[in-house]
């Protein structure tokens, strides 16, 4: 009987082990979510750097005592504009939002703002995308909901537009929003 060299069986290991890992990865609960290693932590710090005259970011407003949302966006980015009217409708609600501008220049981002509108209770301008980096974000749009000391709730890809915003993004929002009400009244009571 014929020996087989060693050296034969590693191709045979190495594709096993990619089939592995790929049917591992296909029947995960949502094969198409990046899972974010941020949820149920503190929210990291975000940049110091302003846009123009807009307000900045300060340390107190990733902790602001109530629900808020931070949107990382740049005006070079289609469905940033496609859920900008979604952001206003929603800061005139009264939902605080935290935009943070990356990978953009500071002066497309400004005349972005000042012609479709301001929804951000302050505004960090990242040009190289540190604090992006830092937030596990992938791609503009990316929106994060924190509870009222600042831990992230949930990380929402894409545009807050469509059938994905109600199905997924609203009731985390609900879901946190109600949580902050209770959180409320255990206090007043």
């Known amino acids: 009987m014929a020996r087989i060299p060693p050296l034969m069986l590693v191709p045979v290991l190495i594709f096993a082990s990619f089939v ?41 407003d990733l902790a602001r005592g109530e629900v808020t949302l931070v949107n990382f966006w740049a005006s070079w980015c289609p469905p940033c504009r496609a859920e900008h009217p979604r952001l206003l409708e929603m800061a005139a609600g009264g939902m605080p939002i935290i935009g943070v501008n990356f990978r953009d220049t500071a002066d497309a981002a400004t005349g972005y703002l000042e012609d479709d509108g301001n929804p951000f209770v302050a505004v960090a301008f990242d040009p190289e995308g540190r604090s992006a980096i830092d937030w596990g974000v992938t791609a503009p749009p990316e929106t994060f909901i924190l509870d009222s000391d600042g831990t992230v709730l949930f990380r929402f890809i894409g545009p807050l537009v469509g059938s994905d915003y109600e199905n997924r993004f609203l009731p985390a929002l609900n879901t946190a929003l109600a949580g902050a009400d209770t959180e409320a009244d255990a206090q007043t009571n």
């Not at 290693?37 to 970011?57: H, I, M, Y």
Request: aromatic share 8%; hydrophobic share 40%.
């Open 20 to 60: 592995a890992f790929a049917a591992i990865g296909m029947f995960r609960d949502n094969p198409n979510e990046l899972p974010s290693t941020r949820l149920g932590g503190p929210a990291p710090a975000l940049t110091e750097q302003t846009l123009a005259d807009f307000p900045g970011v300060t340390e107190g």
